[in-house]
Every structure is written in C-alpha cells, then in structure tokens.
C-alpha cells in the first residue's frame, strides 16, 4: 500500500526536511511507502552532479529576481521548480520491492 501526502505550496528546504523525517520513520517501519506531492515557490536547486556554470544566468540574477538557488546533496544536474508544478518524492522501502534503486526509478518514470 502507498500512503499519499499532499503538501501544498512548500519550500523547497522545508519539503527536503520533511523527506529527512519520512525517511527515518519507513526506515523504521519498512511496510510504509509513502509518495509525498507537493508544488514549490520558484526555486532553481543544484544537485550533486550540477555545477553552477550550469544555470543560464548569474547567481547574483537570480536573487535579484527572488529566486532561490539551492545546492543539495541529491543527483541531478540544474532543476527549476514553478508553482503549479508537480513534484512527487517517493520514500520507499525498497525491501518491498526489488533491491534495485535504479530499477525502481525505470519503473516510476
């Protein structure tokens, strides 16, 4: 079974908090699959393989304009966020599935 949450319009850092929390609770009970939507204020995040040379403007530009530009530890390269924007963030225990992390993203994609 997969529990869904529904967020709302959450900023990006707060939304990365509440994934940490979900995560530590589903690694505490494996039998939890929780899906979590929500949408976020613009925001540009920078992800573990994504360099700052990546985005198409300054940096500086950006603030100007009131949007954030996040450095996170997650993959990816240069992601923009747009309210109205689906975003889903799954937090599984792949011990219900296949112990597969890259197959188990094939499969939602």
């Not at 100007?64 to 109205?84: A, E, S, W, Y």
């Amino acid at each position: 079974m997969i529990e869904i949450q529904k967020w709302g319009i959450i900023d990006y850092d707060e939304a990365w908090n509440r994934q940490r929390q979900l995560f530590d609770e589903v690694r505490a009970n494996p039998s939890r699959n929780i899906l979590a939507l929500c949408s976020h204020p613009t925001v540009i995040t920078i992800g573990k393989n994504g360099k700052s040379k990546n985005l198409l403007g300054n940096p500086d530009y950006y603030k100007m304009l009131g949007i954030k530009v996040i450095f996170t530890d997650r993959g990816g390269d240069v992601t923009l966020h747009n309210p109205g924007q689906l975003v889903g963030y799954p937090v599984f225990s792949l011990q219900n599935y296949k112990k597969d992390l890259h197959w188990f993203l094939r499969e939602i994609e």
